[in-house]
């Protein structure tokens, strides 16, 4: 079984940037997919970036050009830079993983961390 574990949320004004991190324990995700989800209040789970194994990267359309998605393998662990933040990125960022494309049925999620972007 894997645990994926976020950290880095916070609240954080329009403008700032704020960076997240996952980390798996037990088990290697060196192969899979992983990547980050976000739930807004009375909205669906929605897509935000995912990275290969080798470090291919896509990303929603949304957050292009603000937000970066890597990956270190070594440490088993991926990172979310989040730049140039907007209240509509408020909601629970959740971490993903996946042996194939993630998708809402990923295989693995961890519990989220809350990001709250004031006006």
């Known amino acids: 079984q894997v645990t994926l574990v976020e950290s880095g949320g916070g609240l954080v004004q329009a403008g700032d940037s704020l960076r997240l991190s996952c980390g798996a324990s037990?088990?290697?995700?060196?192969?899979?997919?992983m990547g980050w989800y976000r739930q807004a209040p009375g909205k669906e789970r929605e897509f935000v970036a995912s990275v290969t194994w080798n470090s291919e990267t896509s990303y929603a359309d949304s957050v292009k050009g603000r937000f970066t998605i890597s990956r270190d393998n070594a440490k088993n662990t991926v990172h979310l830079q989040m730049n140039s933040l907007k209240t509509e990125d408020t909601g629970v960022y959740y971490c993903?993983?996946?042996?194939?494309?993630?998708?809402?049925?990923?295989?693995?999620w961890g519990q989220g961390t809350q990001v709250t972007v004031s006006s």
């Open positions: 037990r088990r290697t995700l060196n192969a899979y997919y």
């Open positions: 993903a993983a996946n042996p194939k494309a993630l998708t809402l049925r990923s295989a693995y």
